[in-house]
Structures are given as structure tokens and as C-alpha cells.
């Protein structure tokens, strides 16, 4: 009889006892249930530089790209096999279906879904998994399996446990569907994969098979001859890869990974220790320590009563050793003084870890990484490879002085390179922000590297085989989802700032789509804006514009023709137009090719029309003051119609705030609006002062003191006032009746 | 059971379960209780023993219920903190009858309890008749929890003034009382505890001091998570009660319980259920207790001037002085919600629409 050990993917007490159980055994071969043409990855996960956790990630060539995952912890049974059979020179092989099966299989599935997307959720049975956390005591099948297998004795009450637990969970899972026929067809690999085994010669009572616990039962059958069915399969590759805690936390659910990986890590610890409470105290010793360390107050005390807590919680339970919830719930109610926000972020930091695997050098390389190292080192960059975060600044002119085109760009090159990694996601470049306005020639870059970079990149390989196709890839992709015009008109500077020319070209194509259909003022505004931005780098960037240069025009017509009606709005609203209005405005200084008669003529219609919003209407009027297409003579007929008598004084006010959100200076010095204004407030009686004093204290609010001290000036010119005279009355203090005038405005009832 | 006593304690009213449970008992039993703590949580949470139906007394959040008895396992005090209506009290009686067999040693927190009433004080007359002496000894409620190894219960702990709270300091950290007029020392026996409760409306009214603090447990006990949840406790406490208040009034509809329910939840988050529309929240608490007693008060209105059933009027008289406190901006969001939200729910709520509005007008 073949020895069976069923084990769960992601189980300290599994590796563990499964190491006690090899020692025990002294098998001849050991068969582990993986993809049999992961083999070729033994060599170098035994490697001593190798730390988990890692991955074997396996990814088919061809579009749409799928991938199947392995991820290894030091605590996965799997891996302790393998380092076992390393250390003992025990022969070693994986009985798994390959995996160019598995993803042509899980293809196959996914195109399935595809198809029959309308699943009627009614008819799906609960899973067999749910069943478990409603049936046990516990209300979770993680805690169910943690207090029952992780928190056993010897080996013998593991390997027992864990063999009724997958036999139970067979009999309660689906006999048909998708997942029942992959399950079959792996089976079938297995068992004759075993069967070969046997046939070598080796007798079966010195095999040690180490499976999945639910495929132990399956597997038992092995004797009996069966016909192979055949194998689909999809051209693959596959690749270790460095992996983390907080990946493994992420990918939750049976066999893929667990949710706590630094508190199974410590249960490892425990086990190894002999201690059965060592999780136990260290969990909570490092919730109060992580509690300390971000400044918060715990106690040893408190530590000491969360463990008496935890302990007789799991006695409720008829456990003897906590589990995570005991201990979460303990340290909720003796740390976190009965509220889980407050150790929240301990606990995150204590149950999933920021441990982060490593690799040998050159094991994990994919065809992208190969391509990384090689323009690292072709753009010289290869020192900024390090942890220590360094800043690099980049000059993306011609250096004329250089002797090839290639060092002459070199700076340019280089940018499109750390933009290509910051499209993908990469941490490894950062970009700061332009420290000097409008020199689209700087950019300046934090590189630092960490081993998350490496997972990312080794990841971007899915997307592409190198670099350049990566990012266009993901620019595409971006595009595909994007639902809002100014996402895609990130993509097109995106790309740009990638110098792609064809996710350039996809992308504009894209924009031009969503252009055609009914699109807010605020995002033409928006997308113009970044447009214009692409124009103006792109001569730098020695990208060819012409393809922009027409999209650009049609949005910028599109804008004007729509302004007036966006200006009907309420203030709040207004904000954010007003930033649109003065977006389009710069876009047209910026753009020589944009019709500047459009745009005026838009302005002036926002700025003479009565029924918009007035502190857009304002605006409009200021920027037409700036641009110089509105006279002097023109600014008074307006201000006083603005102000005029029967106008409501918010609205003359709001529009008053309007025209102060432009060019401030050049207001202040057109003696004639003050002028207006003067006549304006003189013909208000007591009331309506009061009304008009409330709006125009608030359109001169955020004005600076100088900037008051110069209005000032103006309006003791206009009445004739000397100017010292002047400042010495506005700098004294106010007396008691002005305050007291000053503070009643505050009960003013403006609804009368 | 006596039938005139207005509110008989848990261990009364529920005599015939705790017996069974009793009977029952195949866990070991911690000293000084009277039961196992699986037994008390099966209590409280629901359950059946034997042929007896355990009815459930605090619904939901069961979780929450283990911690709590498993903190009382420990020799650790336990503060159930919580809004009010939250079922602290509720559940603190419950835990005490449970455990002990006796929930009457309380000590109600208010800015005027002093340090005797939480020690012992004397019986003036005595003492100066004969001078200190234990028979002219008044024992405190936790005094005799002490010497008895029970579970005393101290409620609205923050009311109480700072230093009468922190005499509990000494008492939960030595576990002894002193009588110095009598040169006594009153150890106590194992089983002995607290259950304090504190509102969390209270905050800041009188803090608890970190010393005092440390020496609980805290649990939060939070409103109900789902309207579900709500209108589960809300039917079964409405049952429990009429049967005591002879109320003479058919019992509520799920439909008008749903409609409470409803209707204090989302005034409670200041949104609708289907979180679309933004409300303005009231001042008030508006708890599940305060649902409950609406509801009764609703019964007691159909009973006495009504034919029996509920009826929309019943119903909007409660609702207006549950909402509409003290606080104009009450008023003024229980008309908002009344126009934006009930009016537009369509026929099944134009009954209650029309007549709080009536009150309104």
C-alpha cells in the first residue's frame, strides 16, 4: 500500500508533521501533487539563498494570457517534502497534471463562463466549504480547520484528521460540473503516475505520496488499469518568483493561500519550539508591541489578561490552544478596550507580516526580466538598483555635446523607460514633481528597488516579453476599461510619456470614440487640457502630434459651443467650472492652431448673458479684461449694469467674486472699475448696503493685505483723499459702535 | 409566579429554563456558579435543553455574548459599553441570573451614589447605640457579592463621580474589603465579579480613570447590524412584554414592526436602507429599547381607546415623541423624512404618512 499524507496547501502542523512522518517512513520516493513539469524548479528551490515565500507562476504564450499559481510559505508541506528528500537524497517527483493542462483547462472554463454568464444563483449548490462554517461550532471553517488539524498532537492524529477531513469534503462536493471533470482528469494523472512508480520497481510501502487531503481518497484506487483520457493543452512557460506575505494574504480561499500567513508563521515557530501556547503569547506580545511602537498605550498587564481571555474563550469551545479568533477577540477586548479599530493596524501587521521571499540571482527570469536588466544597463541605470532610495534628475534635451545620437538621448531614453515601469505598476520609480514650472525639459525620479518590483515585473510578463510591448499592453488595456473621456486622455499622455507611437495612436483613436458621445463641459475641459499638455511636450519627447492636433480641435469646439449652458449651475457647482473655464483658457493661449475667435466669442456670450451663473459670468468678464478684448468704457457699462439697483446684491456680489478670480493686479489698477463700484455702493440705501457689504466682504476675503491696502488707495483716490491719511484710519482699531455695527451684519436675515 | 408584581427578575421569570439547564449540566462547572459557562451562553443566546425551548434573550452578536462569560470565567470584571438601548442592562441582569441565580445585587451609578454605597455604611442608630459593630453594618451590594463569591452589577458606572468610581480600583485589584472601624478584612470568595455597564453618550461626562479601566474587560455591545436582526428582537421583546403587561392589544404586524424598524434605522445612520438618499439624523438615540417601548405603547393605545389592532394613529403618536425629543432640529428632520422618504414609498406606507402628518400640521 502506498502511504498517503493529506496535507492542506498552507499548514504549519502539515509541514511539520509530515517532516516526523518522512523520518518515520524512510521512503524510497516521494510523490508530491503538483504539475509534473515544475521538476525542473527543485533544483533551485532547494538552492540555500532560496527563501520563502515563493511562487512557481506558469503562463501561457498565447492572448489571452492565463496563469496558474503556486505559491510556497515555509510552513507549506510541499516544501518541507521537497527539503527533506533534498537533505536525505531521497528520490523526488510531482504527479500533477502539467501545467499547459491546467491552463488549457482553466481556458476552457473561463470561455465557458463566458458564454453562460447568466447563472442562476438559486440553483447553485452552497459550498461545501460555507457548509463547514455553518455547521461548526466555531461559525468558520478557517477556525474550524485551525482549532481541529493545525493544533494537534503527533502526526498521527494529523494524518488521520486531515485524510476523514478531505474524504467528508468529497462526499459533500459537486459530483458534476466543470470542477468535478478537472478534479477527475487530475486524478486520473495521479493514479497513474503512481502506478508507473510502482511499476519501476520501487515497492509501494516505500512511497510516501503527499497530496491534497481531499485527493487521498481518490487516489487510493491507484492499482487499477485505466485508459488515459487525453490532455488538452496550451503552448506555457513557467518561472519561480519571489512572493509575499500580504500576495499570500490576498489570494484567500482553499489551497491558494491563507489569510494570516505571519500568525501560521508563527504556529511553525511554535511547533518547532515544542511550546503548544508559543502563538498564542507571541501574537499577543507583538499586538501590544506593534500597539506600542505606533504610540499607543498597552500594557504587559493587558497582554497577560488577553491570553487568560483567549484561553478560556477556546475552553468555551472545547479547545485547549486558541485559535486566531480567540486571540483577535482577546486583544480586541483587553488591548483595544473592547473596539477592534483600535489594534486594527497591529493586527494587520501581526497576522499577515510584511515578509517578502527571495531568489537566487538569474533563477527568476522571464523573457521581460532579461529585457529590464538589459536596458538597466544599457541606460547606465544599474546603480539605482539598490534599497537606498536615490534621486535622479533627468535633462531630456539634446546634449549637444554628446558624440553618438544614443548618449546624445540618453537622458530621454531613460525616461521613457522609468515611465514605461511607472505604467506598469512598478514601485521601483517614482516620479516627483516638476520643482520648476514649465521646464518640460526636467524630470525628476526616486528610484529605489525593493523585492516587490521583482514580483511586479516578473508578473508583467503576462502583458508582454518585454518592456516596451508591456506597457502598450497595459495602456490598451487601460483604454478597453476606461469609462470616463479624461482616463483615456491620461492613457494618450501616458503613452507619450512612453514615447510609444503605437499605444499613441490606439489611444487617440479611442478618445475620438468617446468624444462622439454627449460628454460634460468639465471633462471636454479636462481632456483638452492634458491634450494640450501632450502637444507642448511632445516636440521634447520627439513624438510626432499630428494626431492629436485634430481631436484636440474638435474637443476644443465642442467646448466653447457648450460653455454657455454648463453656466447654468448653482455655486457649488460652480467651483469646478470655473477650474474648466480657466483649463480651456490656457489650452487656447498654448495652442496656436486652436480659432481664438471661437473662444472669444464664447466668453463674451458667458460674460454678457444675464440668466447664468454670475460668478461664472464674472469670470468670463475677467478673463476677457486680461486677454484685452474689453474696454475700459465696456467694464463700466458692465459693472454697473451688474451692480445696477434692482439686482439682487448676491448676485452682484457673486459676480463681483467672479471677476476677482482673475488676474487681481490688473484689476487694482483699473482706476475706472473702482469708479463703479463707488457709484454702485453709493446708490444702495441702508438695507440694501447691508445686504451688498455681507457678498462683498466675502468676494474680498481671500484678498491679500496688500492687495486691500491697494484697493483702498484706489477708492481714497477716487474720493479725493490724501493716502496716508487714509491708511492711518483703515489700520486704527475699530471702536465699540463699529464692532458692534460689524458683529450685528452676523444676525443679518438675508431672506427678507 | 406572582402575577402582581409589576417586573420580576430574570431568575423569576425565567426560573423553569435556568432549572432545566441545570439539570441538564454535563460541563464542568467554574466555582461559585451555577452553571457551566456553555450552559450560560446556550441562556442567554437560545437553545434547547432536553424538551425545554431555551427562548433567546439577547439576540445577535453571540460572539460578543462568549467574550463576555469567558471574561467572567477569568476572575477579570466586565464593562459593557454601548449606546443606549443597546441591551447592557439587559444583558448584565441576564448574565447574573444566570450565573448566580440572582440578579438583584445592583448598585444603580448616578452623579449622587457615593463611596458607602458602593463599601458598606452603617446603620446610624445602632452605631451609636453600641458603637461599630457587623450587625450595625449596612453591606453594600458588592460587599456581599464579595463574602458570597457572586457577581455584583454596577450600572451607568460613568455617571458616577470620578472618585467614587475609582473605589472599585482596590476592591478588583485585591479582591478584598476593609473594615478599619471593625479592624476587619473581608477576602473574596472565588466567583466573585463585576459587570459594569457605561453609555457611550456619556463619554466625557465622567471618564473612567486608565487605572479603573485596565482592571475591565471592555465589550461594545453595537446596535443590531441588519434590519433582520432588529426586527427579530424587536418582536420577541414586544411578545415578552404583553404577556406581563396584560396589554389587552393583538400583537403588532411583521409589516408595522418592519416599518419601525425602518424608520429608526435610518434616522439612526442618516440614510435610507438602500443608501441612496442622504437624512439628516435626530438628536435622540432612537434605539431598539426605544422601538420596543413605542410598540408597547402603541398596544397599550389600541388596547385601551382602540378596537385591539394597531392602528397608523397608535403608531404615529409613539413615533412623534420617539423622534421629536426635545431639539427643534428633530422636528425638522422628522418632517423631511415624512415629505422626501415615507411619502414616496407608496401605498403601504400612506397610512402612518398620513396620520404623522396630521400630527404635524
Known sequence: MINFFGIRHLSPAGAFYLRQYLDGIKPELVIIEAPNDFEDTVQDIVRNETKPPFAILAYTQTVPVRTVLYPFAEYSPEYQAILWCYENNVRLQFMDIPSKTFLALSDMKIRQAEQADEIDEDEQRPDVYELISEKSIDGSHETFWERTLEHCENYEAYREGANLFGENIRAFSEKDGFDAEETAMREIHMRSVLRSAVKSGISPEKIVAVTGAYHVEGLKSWETEEELPEFPEIPSLHTLMPYSYYRLSTRSGYGAGNNAPAYYELIKDGLQKGDRLYHANAYLSKIAEKMRENGNAASSAQVIEAMRLACSLAKMRGGNIPTLRDLRDAAQTCIGEGSFAAISVACADTEIGTKIGELPDGVSRTSIQDDFYRLLKELKLEKYRSVTSQELRLDLRENLRASTEKSAFLDLNRSFFLHKLRVLGMNFAQLIGNTQTNATWVEAWNLCWTPESEIVLVESALKGDTVELAASFQIKETVEQAQEMPVIAKAVDDAFCCGLPTAISYAVSALQAAAVDAVSFEELARTAFSLSNVISYGDIRKADCSAVEPILKQLYYRACLIMGSACVCNDDASKAIAEAIDMLNSVELAQGFLETEKWITALKEVSSRDDLNTKLSGLCTAILLERNKMTNDELKTEVSRRLSKGVPADLGAGWFEGLTLKNRYGLIARLSLWESLDEYINSLDEEEFKRALVFLRRAFADFSANEKDSIAENLGEIWGLNGAQVSEVLNAELDEAAKEMIDGLSDFDFDL | ?361
Not at chain 2, 447574573?96 to 441565580?101: E, F, H, S, V
Not at chain 2, 485596565?214 to 465589550?219: A, L, T
Not at chain 2, 420577541?236 to 406581563?244: A, D, I, K, P, Y
Not at chain 2, 443608501?275 to 439624523?281: A, D, E, I, R, Y
Request: hydrophobic fraction near 40%; glycine fraction near 6%.
Open chain 2, 1 to 361: 409566579m406572582d402575577n402582581s408584581i409589576l417586573r420580576l427578575p430574570a431568575e423569576q421569570l425565567f426560573e423553569e429554563e435556568l432549572n432545566a439547564l441545570i439539570k441538564a449540566e454535563k460541563d464542568p462547572i467554574p466555582e461559585g456558579w451555577r452553571m457551566s459557562p456553555r450552559s450560560v451562553k446556550t441562556y442567554i443566546c437560545g437553545g434547547k435543553v432536553g424538551k425545554t425551548v431555551i427562548t433567546p434573550k439577547y439576540i445577535g452578536h453571540e460572539r460578543l455574548v462568549e467574550i463576555a462569560i469567558a471574561t467572567l470565567v477569568t476572575d477579570r470584571a466586565l464593562l459593557l459599553i454601548g449606546e443606549p438601548g443597546t441591551a447592557k442592562s439587559w444583558l448584565s441582569e441576564h448574565l447574573t441570573a444566570a450565573i448566580n441565580g440572582n440578579s438583584s445585587r445592583v448598585i444603580q451609578g448616578t452623579a449622587g451614589t457615593t463611596e458607602e454605597q458602593i463599601r458598606y455604611s452603617w446603620n446610624y442608630a445602632m452605631l451609636i447605640a453600641n458603637g461599630p459593630s457587623e450587625e450595625a453594618m449596612l453591606k453594600s451590594p458588592v460587599f456581599t457579592a464579595m463574602e458570597d463569591g457572586a457577581i455584583a452589577r454596577v450600572e451607568e458606572i460613568s455617571r458616577c463621580a470620578s472618585e467614587v468610581q475609582d473605589t472599585l480600583i482596590s476592591l478588583l485589584s485585591e479582591k478584598r474589603i476593609s473594615v478599619p472601624e471593625l479592624s476587619l478584612e473581608v477576602p473574596a470568595k472565588k466567583g466573585f465579579s463585576i459587570i459594569a455597564t457605561a453609555n457611550t453618550r456619556d463619554k466625557g461626562v465622567n471618564d473612567m480613570s486608565a487605572a479603573l479601566k485596565r482592571r475591565f474587560n471592555i465589550v461594545v455591545l453595537p446596535a443590531p447590524e441588519t434590519l433582520e436582526e432588529e426586527m427579530n428582537i424587536v418582536k420577541t421583546r414586544v411578545e415578552q412584554l404583553s404577556e406581563n403587561l396584560d396589554l389587552n392589544a393583538a400583537l403588532p404586524k411583521d409589516e408595522v414592526i418592519e416599518k419601525i424598524c425602518t424608520i429608526f434605522r435610518e434616522l439612526r445612520k442618516g440614510e435610507t436602507l438602500d443608501k441612496k438618499q442622504k437624512l439628516k439624523t435626530t438628536a435622540g438615540v432612537l434605539s431598539t429599547a426605544e422601538a420596543i417601548s413605542l410598540l408597547c405603547n402603541s398596544m397599550a393605545l389600541a388596547g385601551s381607546f382602540g378596537n385591539g389592532e394597531i392602528s397608523d394613529e397608535d403608531i404615529a403618536a409613539g413615533l412623534q415623541g420617539a423622534v421629536v425629543k426635545d431639539d427643534d432640529k428633530d422636528g425638522v428632520a422628522w418632517k423631511e423624512y415624512l415629505e422626501n422618504i415615507m411619502k414616496k414609498r407608496g401605498m403601504a406606507w400612506s397610512g402612518l404618512y398620513n396620520a404623522c402628518r396630521e400630527l404635524n400640521e
